[in-house]
Structures are given as structure tokens and as C-alpha cells.
């Protein structure tokens, strides 16, 4: 059974970092390019940044560029992102999930709260 | 760059069919068939209805289909059900290399 278990959320500061993880069982994690997705408080769903199989190609959405950076660890099944430099507005539930357009499997999220 | 146009929110009566229009440029919908449409129920995970402008995954109801004419794609659900009632969202890569969701849309079933 495909799984994708999120964790790392939580309530920080303006200015501040978090790094989430998303941990993946029941597929052969390595083969597929995972990608994060974003949601706020009654709001649509935003793209993030995705990464390919091997870790060789990034992309971010321009309003996270610089600020938050997307790795996977193959060995450990594990895909991450690192989000510094945090604002209000990065207030969300964030997504993990398999595939870059299409993703067939999501975690169930995990919250990260901006806020002074 | 600008989120995908999805019209707020559609209706329908039970057993009638509708559809959902997301309308991008050139640079996405219009030039790759990798138009994808998910499905959200408050408060839980979205799940995929729809790849590549008109795939059903394994286990999606042959009551969704989805097409593509030039820079707009439709999600048509037939035969509403009231368990379709739900936000859906469509999705599709650009020419930039990332991916552009849509606003979304609430479909409410009367």
C-alpha cells in the first residue's frame, strides 16, 4: 500500500525556518518525482516546487524561489523541504505528493502556522 | 505567473450532466496534454479524477471525463451524483517547468 506520511509542521515566527519531511513506503520511491503542495485556510491549492527521480532537476513556484528548497534522500525513501526566511502568507497545510502534474497518491498534510 | 481560469462554482440537479472549464495560455494548457483535475472534499486530501487531459485512474467513475480544446480543458461530470458535490481543481505543466493549479470550483448538486 502507497503511503506518504508527512511531519514537521508547526507554529513559528516571521523570519523563521522549518524543514518537513515526507516519508514514503510501498512504492519504489527512487522511480517517481514527488512535488509539495500547498494550502491555505479556505483557500485553492498551490504548486510548490517538485523534484525529479534522481534529484537532478528542481522547480519552485516564483513566490518561494530562494526561500525554500526541495531534496530527497533515495536511501531513506524520504523527500523534504526546507522552508526558510517564512512569511504570513506561507501559512498553510502542506502536501507531499507522488508525481509532478499527476499525482496519483498525497499525504494527509501537515500544518505550518506563520504568525508572531 | 497567473493561476489556471475556473469558473467559483457550478450546479446541477441530480442525474444532469455539467461541466468545469479551466481556461490557461499557450505556454500550458494549450501546448502540453498534461492537464490533470483532482477532487476536495472539506477538510481532506485531494484526489486525483483525471492525467493527462482525459486518463481515468483506476478506480474513478467512467461518469468523469475530461477533454481539451486549444488553451482550455473541461472536466464534464454525467449522471451527478450527490456524492460528486465537492471543490475540484485542475492542474497543468507550463513552459516554465512548474505547474499552475486553478482557482477551483465548487460544484454543488441541488
Known amino acids: 500500500e502507497v503511503q506518504l506520511v508527512e511531519s514537521g509542521g508547526g507554529l513559528v515566527q516571521p523570519g523563521g525556518s522549518l524543514r518537513l519531511s515526507c516519508a514514503a513506503s510501498?512504492?519504489?520511491?527512487?522511480?517517481?518525482?514527488m512535488s509539495w503542495v500547498r494550502q491555505a485556510p479556505g483557500k485553492g491549492l498551490e504548486w510548490v516546487a517538485n523534484i525529479k527521480d534522481d534529484g537532478s532537476e528542481k522547480h519552485y513556484v516564483d513566490s518561494v524561489e530562494g526561500r525554500f528548497t526541495i531534496s530527497r534522500d533515495n536511501a531513506k525513501n524520504s523527500l523534504y523541504l526546507q522552508v526558510n526566511s517564512l512569511r504570513v502568507e506561507d501559512t498553510a497545510v502542506y502536501y507531499c505528493?507522488?508525481?509532478?502534474?499527476?499525482?496519483?497518491?498525497w499525504g494527509q498534510g501537515t500544518l505550518v502556522t506563520v504568525s508572531s | 505567473q497567473s493561476a489556471l481560469t475556473q469558473p467559483a462554482s457550478v450546479s446541477g440537479s441530480p442525474g444532469q450532466s455539467i461541466t468545469i472549464s479551466c481556461t490557461g495560455t499557450s505556454s500550458d494548457v494549450a501546448r502540453y496534454n498534461l492537464v490533470s483535475w483532482y477532487q476536495q472534499y472539506p477538510g481532506k486530501v485531494p484526489k486525483l479524477m483525471i492525467s493527462e487531459v482525459s486518463k481515468r485512474p483506476s478506480g474513478v467513475s467512467n461518469r468523469f471525463s475530461g477533454s481539451k480544446s486549444g488553451n482550455t480543458a473541461s472536466l464534464t461530470i454525467s449522471g451527478l451524483q450527490a456524492e460528486d458535490e465537492a471543490d475540484y481543481y485542475c492542474?497543468?505543466?507550463?513552459?516554465?517547468?512548474?505547474?499552475?493549479f486553478g482557482g477551483g470550483t465548487k460544484l454543488t448538486v441541488l
Open positions: 510501498g512504492f519504489t520511491f527512487s522511480r517517481y518525482w
Open positions: 505528493g507522488r508525481g509532478s502534474v499527476a499525482r496519483d497518491y
Open positions: 492542474c497543468s505543466y507550463t513552459s516554465s517547468s512548474t505547474v499552475l
